[in-house]
């Protein structure tokens, strides 16, 4: 669990109770594509991201479920990155 898998050209996946799509956007940086359900899984997300040399520019939320954006929080104080929900997501 808590693997990284590439799915495509610039595109992964952590594997984890809720999968966290990565996508390269050049130089270093990446988005996440969620964030995961806790604390506890942002950290090993962040260490994974470490471990590459990646720098976290952004989340991009899907949906505001406790498994999607659960790690909001914690990637954003460790990485000072954005986080974007969808519009109708926002309440």
Sequence with gaps: M???VKAAEGCWYIEGPAKVGVVEEGG???CLIDSGSDE???KRIFAILKDKGWRLRAILNTHSHADHIGGNGRLQELTSCE???PGAELA
């Design 40 to 42: 506890n899984t942002a």
């Design 28 to 30: 270093g940086s990446v």
């Design 2 to 4: 808590f693997e990284l």
């Design 83 to 85: 986080v974007y929900l």
